[in-house]
Each structure stands twice: as C-alpha cells, then as structure tokens.
C-alpha cells in the first residue's frame, strides 16, 4: 500500500503563485511513477502533470504548459507541483496520484493506470 498527503493548497489571486507537495509512504517511492490531477467544481478529474521514476521525464496538460512544473525528491519521498501565473479556471481540488512501475522512463497521464491517489488539496484563484 502506498499513502499518499498533498498539501500547499490554499486562496491565491490571479497571476500569483502556489506550490503543491505529495508525501509518500509505504512502498518505494523511487518505483513510483507519479501524477497530478484536478477536479473544478461541478467538472471531472483531469490530467494536469505527471513525472517518470527517475524525474527525468515529465509531461503536461496543455492548459499548464509553461506555468506549471512538476518535480520529484525521491530522497524526501516527495512530488511537487509548482504552478505560476495561476488562473481562475485552476481553481480545483488537485489530486496526487502513484502508481508502481519498473519503466523507470514512462510518464502516465491516464487515470485508470494510478493504483493510489491522496486525498487532494484546494486550489482556490480569485480574479
């Protein structure tokens, strides 16, 4: 089993900035691909960013492209999310999510590949 605790979350204005982080516990997390999702209110859960084992390889949604930068500290069993020049329509509860793999260069952006996700942490950008 693997735990998973964003925090970071909170109330920032339009154009500001916000760090998310996702501690891991109970499996090796240097095994752990890892992924960042969101829910807007009344939308559903959608692929923001998601890091390979290694850290070496990242991809992104396209609405995050270029604001967004997702990281891996796998001594601090920790991913972060950082995300600049935030918008309103990034108002969403984001989720972390984990899933074991042994292709240490893959990036998953497809929910249904994470076996373990957190409990998710708001995101709220007031313009």
């Known amino acids: 089993q693997v735990q998973l605790v964003e925090s970071g979350g909170g109330l920032v204005q339009a154009g500001g900035s916000l760090r998310l982080s996702c501690a891991a516990s109970?499996?090796?997390?240097?095994?752990?691909?890892m992924g960042w999702f969101r829910q807007a209110p009344g939308k559903g859960r959608v692929f923001v960013a998601a890091?390979?084992?290694?850290?070496?390889?990242?991809n992104y949604a396209d609405s995050v492209k270029g604001r967004f930068t997702i990281s891996r500290d796998n001594a601090k069993n920790t991913v972060y999310l950082q995300m600049n020049s935030l918008k309103a329509e990034d108002t969403a509860v984001y989720y972390c999510a984990a899933t074991q793999t042994y292709s240490s260069g893959t990036v998953y952006s497809g929910q249904r590949i994470y076996n373990y996700w957190g409990q998710g942490t708001h995101v709220t950008v007031s313009s």
């Open positions: 109970g499996r090796s997390f240097s095994s752990l691909a």
């Open positions: 890091i390979s084992t290694s850290g070496g390889n990242t």
